[in-house]
T-cell receptor, first 115, second 114 residues
Framework: AQSVTQLGSHVSVSEGALVLLRCNYSSSVPPYLFWYVQYPNQGLQLLLK????ATLVKGINGFEAEFKKSETSFHLTKPSAHMSDAAEYFCAVSGNAGNNRKLIWGLGTSLAVNP | NAGVTQTPKFQVLKTGQSMTLQCAQDMNHEYMSWYRQDPGMGLRLIHY???????DQGEVPNGYNVSRSTTEDFPLRLLSAAPSQTSVYFC?????????????FGPGTRLLVL
């Protein structure tokens, strides 16, 4: 069965520092992978997604993620953190091959950006 | 284009009361779903719909009812509220529900059941 693990429920970085949020998945079939962001008191919005095209995926707000099949990872990075990046970040993987409409969600990583 | 809207934003209920959380989208999406978000548990799918007149259960459907009479609306009914239903509820939609599609989320409804 598919599963998602986000390493670190809380990550704190300084403004201008590298952001690295980790996501590992397990999947018996080629996965689709997603990162969503939730700003305080708002709904989730898509940052980026991998759907079996280029392994390095660029998203909004300067974020990118690299699909590494050998490591079963889809880590999210941003070279330089901004105060406005403080939010909750969720990684998700597509469900089983026979159920192509459901996502399996990670528990989320809360990113704090310090001045 | 309002996207996905949810009402109310906040609600306090007493145990045993019933209520309906409203969700509407103006993007002509066929697929709509309801999630609940609880600390340490991520997002859990309650119910979903692949089109008007078609609904199905997600992973945590007990205590909730849904119907889909129009493409635009997908209300979630709590039949008899319990403290365990205290949560933040999100409605989401996508074009047809295929996993490669982007899901669009509403701003959420915060529900407190006393």
């Amino acid at each position: 069965a598919q599963s998602v693990t986000q390493l670190g429920s809380h990550v704190s970085v300084s403004e201008g520092a590298l952001v690295l949020l980790r996501c590992n998945y397990s999947s018996s079939v080629p996965p689709y992978l997603f990162w969503y962001v939730q700003y305080p008191n708002q709904g989730l919005q898509l940052l980026l997604k991998y759907t079996s095209a280029a392994t390095l995926v660029k998203g909004i707000n300067g974020f990118e993620a690299e699909f590494k099949k050998s490591e079963t990872s889809f880590h999210l990075t941003k070279p330089s953190a901004h105060m406005s990046d403080a939010a909750e970040y969720f990684c998700a993987v597509s469900g089983n091959a026979g159920n192509n409409r459901k996502l399996i969600w990670g528990l989320g990583t809360s990113l704090a950006v310090n001045p | 284009n309002a996207g996905v809207t949810q009402t109310p934003k906040f609600q306090v209920l007493k145990t045993g009361q019933s209520m309906t959380l409203q969700c509407a989208q103006d993007m002509n999406h066929e697929y709509m779903s309801w999630y609940r978000q609880d600390p340490g548990m991520g997002l859990r799918l309650i119910h979903y719909s692949v089109g008007a007149g078609i609904t199905d259960q997600g992973e945590v459907p007990n205590g909730y009812n849904v119907s889909r009479s129009t493409t635009e609306d997908f209300p979630l009914r709590l039949l008899s509220a319990a403290p365990s239903q205290t949560s933040v509820y999100f409605c989401a939609s996508s074009y047809s529900g295929l996993v490669a599609e982007t899901q669009y989320f509403g701003p959420g409804t915060r529900l407190l059941v006393l």
